[in-house]
């Protein structure tokens, strides 16, 4: 149980582009999901938190305008790159958290970018 | 305030060599959880563990264990016995404790620590 997917896997795109990648929730509910950011040897870094039904909250830095964040439904999230640009490209993770005593959150596989 | 410190940015052993990671926290919380993740070249992170900041028995499973020592707030890993397999970024992290409603974020990562197991 408690496995999230992410797609796609892996995106390369023209600069200017905007890029939707989804983060799904296969067999739980979950109210609460994180976006983060990994460059190369970095640690993740959390751009923002969504939560279904509500705006996004966004960590400082992050421009909210780039970086759209929709969350529909208890099991979807996506986060789209708008007007993409090289310095854009890394490694986008998704989170969903699970309401217990311990807050866990299990993580999609995670979308790779890269931005021409 | 929440901090995780991995100091050990890159390690290096020789296969069947055993290797210690480091992990130090801070929190003001008296309840709090702690986690080790592995992230292979794939990307995915791969949960290790999770302790409980109530329990300090040490945990071994296979080739891997943890020693939490609230004493010192650490939460070290040992693989005994390396493997090639087993090279990859770990990191370790703190969860606070309690539920929240909307925006807080409860998982704080360390900057991890890059394994290389050498054949």
């Known amino acids: 149980g408690a496995v999230v997917s992410q797609h796609p896997s892996r995106v390369i795109c023209k600069s200017g582009t905007s890029v939707k990648i989804e983060c799904r929730s296969l067999?739980?509910?979950?109210?609460?999901m994180f976006w983060y950011r990994q460059f190369p040897k970095q640690s993740l870094m959390l751009m923002a938190t969504?939560?279904?039904?509500?705006?996004?909250?966004?960590e400082q830095g992050v421009e909210k305008d780039k970086f759209l964040i929709n969350h529909a439904s208890l099991t979807l999230s996506t986060l789209t790159v708008t007007s993409a640009h090289p310095e854009d490209s890394s490694f986008y993770i998704c989170s969903a958290r699970v309401r217990t005593v311990y807050n866990e959150q299990f993580f999609g596989p995670g979308t790779r970018l890269t931005v021409l | 305030a929440q901090k995780v410190t991995q100091a050990q940015t890159e390690i290096s052993v020789v296969e069947k060599e055993d290797v210690t990671l480091d992990c130090v926290y801070e929190t003001r919380d008296t309840t709090y959880y702690l986690f080790w993740y592995k992230q292979p070249p794939s990307g995915e992170l791969v949960f290790l563990i999770r302790?409980?900041?109530?329990?300090?028995q040490n945990e071994i499973s296979g080739r891997y264990s943890w020693n939490f020592q609230k004493s010192t707030s650490s939460f070290n890993f040992t693989i005994t016995a390396s493997q090639v397999v087993d090279s990859a970024v770990y990191f370790c992290?703190?969860?606070?404790?309690?539920?929240?409603?909307?925006?807080?974020?409860?998982?704080?990562f360390g900057t991890g620590t890059r394994l290389t197991v050498i054949p």
């Open positions: 969504s939560n279904e039904g509500s705006k996004a909250t966004y």
């Open positions: 302790r409980n900041s109530f329990d300090e």
């Open positions: 992290a703190l969860s606070e404790a309690g539920w929240h409603q909307t925006g807080a974020n409860n998982l704080f």
């Open positions: 067999d739980f509910q979950a109210t609460t």
